[in-house]
């Protein structure tokens, strides 16, 4: 039996590693949660990730490095999922919302591929608000 939201998997994977504070995480492997950790790592909220090839999945892994500041302090504070497969959320250039006021951003996906929400506001494009990362 599939996966109702491979997104939220990721994401709670995440979560629930950085609040445990371990140094990496293993999630499933789709090309949907390949752009959002690229968009993480080039926000700068993880430190890396790299696809696994295993023999225990048939597909594989996306094993992704969470970053830590040097006091050990989290950089990751919190992760919300906004579009849900129950509830899509979508959002017009002008109408994408901000994440605490710009100290956080939010992943969409646009016909331009998956973004920022500054990005998306830059390129003029709408699109499905994935989720929201500060």
């Not at 109408?95 to 990005?119: C, H, M, Q, W």
Request: net charge positive; glycine share 10%.
């Amino acid at each position: 039996m599939g996966m109702s939201d491979p997104i939220a998997d990721m994401l709670t994977r995440i979560r629930n590693a950085n609040h445990r504070k371990f140094r990496n995480v293993d999630v499933f492997l789709s090309k949907v949660n390949i752009n959002i950790a690229k968009v993480m790592k080039k926000t700068g909220y993880i430190s890396g990730f790299e696809v696994k090839k295993d023999s225990d999945s048939p597909k594989g892994m996306l094993r992704i490095y969470l970053k830590y500041s040097v006091s050990k302090e989290r950089i990751i504070t919190g992760i919300q999922r906004i579009s849900k497969p129950g509830r899509r959320c979508y959002a017009g250039s002008s109408g994408i919302p901000r994440v605490l006021n710009g100290y956080g951003f939010a992943i969409i996906s646009t016909s331009k591929g998956i973004v920022t929400d500054e990005e998306a506001r830059g390129m003029n494009v709408g699109g499905e608000i994935l989720c929201n990362i500060w």
